[in-house]
Nanobody, 119 residues
Framework: VQLQASGGGLVQAGGSLRLSCAVS????????WAWFRQAPGKEREFVAR???????YYADPVKGRFTISRVNAKNTVYLQMNNLKPEDTAVYYC??????????????WGKGTLVTVSS
């Protein structure tokens, strides 16, 4: 199983980025998917989740700015990030599990992609 996150980079505040998580070894439609992030010196935190049913959940700091989605035909999960703020600077990780509930442990993790937002 491989989860390959990409799309990070340097962007000015107010800008946008779209992160991708290309998946192999799993069919994205059979799992729940999430994005987490870890800022320098901070613990990893939940950002967004999309369930098998396509229901979505977001952390309060990103509601209205970020959108999680998946394209089964491409076996890829996305995180569209708009109106980025310096506090969004972090390494972003995609993850998957099959258990219900956004706090359930995640079985699969990708390597992160760095997002840096300049003020």
């Amino acid at each position: 199983v491989q989860l390959q996150a990409s799309g990070g980079g340097l962007v000015q505040a107010g800008g946008s980025l779209r992160l991708s998580c290309a998946v192999s070894g799993l069919f994205v439609g059979n799992y729940h998917w999430a994005w987490f992030r870890q800022a320098p010196g901070k613990e990893r935190e939940f950002v967004a989740r999309i369930n098998r049913s396509s229901a979505t959940y977001y952390a309060d700091p990103v509601k209205g700015r970020f959108t999680i989605s998946r394209v089964n035909a491409k076996n890829t999960v996305y995180l569209q990030m708009n109106n980025l703020k310096p506090e969004d600077t972090a390494v972003y990780y995609c993850a998957a599990n099959s258990a219900p509930g956004i706090t359930s442990p995640y079985n699969y993790w990708g390597k992160g992609t760095l997002v840096t937002v300049s003020s």
